[in-house]
């Protein structure tokens, strides 16, 4: 059956809960059979508007206070991943915006920045009202989380990332920075990793028939957001590397096997039935991720070899 991509890209909160993970990705596939242009990408940014507050975790608050010692563990696993990240990568966006080579891609960019604080403010929002932390701000409750962190993530949100951006902050009009930035930001951490994780963890969630929890609709509007940075990533290194292969291909191939081995490690949980206990395998993960990844390299034009 075809997916109604137009039904999924105009769905509010409430509808999300009816709309399936794999649904969302395919706003990818059709990008990548036919590349939506910048101000394309911006306008479907204004039909996609939802708001955190619009939430109700009431019924997941009823989940976390009778689920197992287990789940919790894997539960609060990820959702670290995730609220770390999603703070990371608002706090690194900006120089983005400042070394967009066009008007229309600073556009889309900034639209990118607030749906990544939108992102943060929803992992707070959950865990104020589901687990219920005493945490006073935002800084405190991040810095509680962080420990759990492993090296792989670290490395990526924590070195690598804030190193690019600081290269672009100091210099706007470094392109080749701006091309390594992307292809680490919008391929390996938002199309490889993010999508990867949102994608087992919501496709779990349907087949428990937990669809119409708060965190369902909003995390399903949060892949959501992140299809449409994707494409937008997509397209950067497809016109990059159309232009100029020999001089932008090789910086996105050296960049992304430099962090194949962060993709592999940050994936890889602290205890393998954070992932088995819920029907899936940490091959089958990785496999997805990878898959995903060479799907959007071939859109781009380039392959891993040297």
Same mark, same amino acid.
């Given at each position: 059956?075809?997916?109604?991509?137009?039904?999924?890209?105009?769905? !509010?909160?409430?509808?999300?809960?009816?709309?399936?993970?794999?649904?969302?990705?395919?706003?990818? *596939?059709?990008?990548?059979?036919?590349?939506?242009?910048?101000?394309?990408?911006?306008?479907?940014?204004?039909?996609?508007?939802?708001?955190?507050?619009?939430?109700?975790? !009431?019924?997941?608050?009823?989940?976390?206070?009778? &689920?197992?010692?287990?789940?919790?563990?894997?539960?609060?696993?990820?959702?670290?991943? +995730?609220?770390?990240?999603?703070?990371?990568?608002?706090?690194?966006?900006?120089? +983005?915006?400042?070394?967009?080579?066009?008007?229309?891609? #600073?556009?889309?960019?900034?639209?990118?920045?607030?749906?990544?604080?939108?992102?943060?403010?929803?992992?707070?929002?959950?865990?104020?009202?589901?687990?219920?932390? $005493?945490? =006073?701000?935002?800084?405190?409750?991040?810095?509680?989380?962080?420990?759990?962190?492993?090296?792989?993530?670290?490395?990526?949100?924590?070195?690598?990332?804030? &190193?690019? @951006?600081?290269?672009?902050?100091?210099?706007?009009?470094?392109?080749?920075?701006?091309?390594?930035?992307?292809?680490?930001?919008?391929?390996? %951490? #938002? @199309?490889?990793?993010?999508?990867?994780?949102? =994608?087992? $963890?919501?496709?779990?969630?349907?087949?428990?028939?937990?669809?119409?929890?708060?965190?369902?609709?909003?995390?399903?509007?949060?892949?959501?957001?992140? &299809?449409?940075?994707?494409?937008?990533? %997509?397209?950067?290194?497809? *016109?990059?590397?159309?232009?100029?292969?020999?001089? +932008?291909?090789?910086?996105?191939?050296?960049?992304?096997? #430099?962090?194949?081995?962060? %993709? !592999?490690?940050?994936?890889?949980?602290?205890?393998?039935?954070?992932?088995?206990?819920?029907?899936?395998? #940490? &091959? $089958?993960?990785?496999?997805?991720?990878?898959?995903?990844?060479?799907? =959007?390299? =071939?859109?781009?034009?380039?392959?891993? @070899? @040297?």
């Amino acid at each position: 059956m075809a997916v109604d991509l137009e039904r999924i890209g105009r769905a !509010s909160l409430k509808e999300l809960g009816d709309i399936r993970i794999d649904d969302v990705l395919s706003f990818i *596939d059709r990008g990548i059979e036919n590349m939506p242009s910048y101000m394309d990408l911006y306008r479907r940014w204004e039909v996609q508007q939802w708001a955190v507050a619009d939430l109700d975790f !009431s019924l997941d608050r009823q989940d976390w206070l009778e &689920s197992d010692d287990l789940d919790r563990k894997a539960t609060l696993w990820s959702h670290r991943l +995730f609220f770390n990240g999603e703070e990371r990568v608002t706090a690194t966006l900006a120089p +983005f915006v400042w070394a967009a080579p066009t008007p229309e891609i #600073e556009i889309f960019l900034s639209t990118q920045m607030v749906d990544e604080a939108r992102h943060t403010v929803f992992f707070e929002k959950w865990w104020h009202d589901v687990v219920g932390t $005493e945490a =006073r701000d935002m800084t405190q409750l991040l810095a509680e989380i962080r420990p759990e962190a492993n090296e792989g993530y670290n490395a990526l949100f924590y070195d690598r990332l804030p &190193s690019t @951006a600081q290269r672009l902050a100091s210099n706007p009009k470094d392109f080749d920075a701006f091309i390594e930035g992307v292809t680490l930001y919008h391929i390996v %951490i #938002e @199309a490889t990793i993010a999508l990867t994780g949102q =994608r087992f $963890e919501l496709e779990t969630m349907r087949e428990q028939g937990l669809t119409d929890r708060g965190f369902y609709r909003g995390f399903t509007a949060v892949a959501r957001d992140e &299809s449409r940075h994707v494409n937008f990533g %997509i397209k950067i290194l497809q *016109d990059a590397v159309r232009e100029d292969p020999q001089r +932008f291909a090789p910086i996105i191939q050296q960049t992304l096997v #430099e962090c194949l081995p962060l %993709i !592999s490690g940050t994936l890889d949980p602290p205890d393998p039935r954070y992932i088995t206990e819920f029907g899936h395998t #940490e &091959s $089958e993960i990785l496999t997805f991720a990878f898959e995903s990844l060479n799907k =959007r390299l =071939r859109a781009i034009g380039i392959n891993l @070899a @040297a």
